[in-house]
C-alpha cells in the first residue's frame, strides 16, 4: 500500500507540481494497480512460457538496391523553400 507521503515523493522526483486533489487521485490510481498486481501474483503460472510479446515481431527487409536519383533542379522545385541550390528547413535547435 501506497501512502500519501510516497506520492509527493514521487512526485518531487519526476517534478510534477500536484494539486492536493491530484495526489490524491495519484494515490488512489497507484493503490488501484498495486491491488492488481496482487491479484496476478495469485495466478498459477507453473509450466507457462514467458513471453516479451504476444506476437512474434518479424522485420520484413529488402535489399538496399540504388535507384534512380531525382535531378536536383526537381528536387529543389519540389522543396518548400529553397536557397543557393540546397532545401531550406526551418531551425530546430536554438543556439
Do not use: C, W
Not at 507521503?5 to 495526489?23: F, I, K, N
Request: glycine residues 4%; negative net charge; proline residues 8%.
Amino acid at each position: 500500500m501506497i501512502e500519501a507521503a510516497q506520492v509527493q515523493h514521487l512526485a518531487t522526483l519526476s517534478r510534477l507540481d500536484l494539486t492536493p486533489e491530484e495526489q490524491a487521485d495519484m494515490l488512489s490510481d497507484l493503490n488501484e494497480m498495486l491491488e492488481y498486481f496482487e491479484k496476478l501474483q495469485e495466478l498459477d503460472t507453473e509450466g507457462v512460457p514467458e513471453m516479451q510479446r504476444p506476437i512474434a515481431l518479424v522485420n520484413v527487409l529488402r535489399p538496399d538496391v540504388p535507384g534512380e536519383m531525382f535531378p536536383q533542379r526537381t528536387v529543389l522545385e519540389l522543396a518548400p523553400e529553397s536557397q543557393d541550390g540546397f532545401i531550406r528547413v526551418p531551425r530546430t535547435v536554438e543556439g
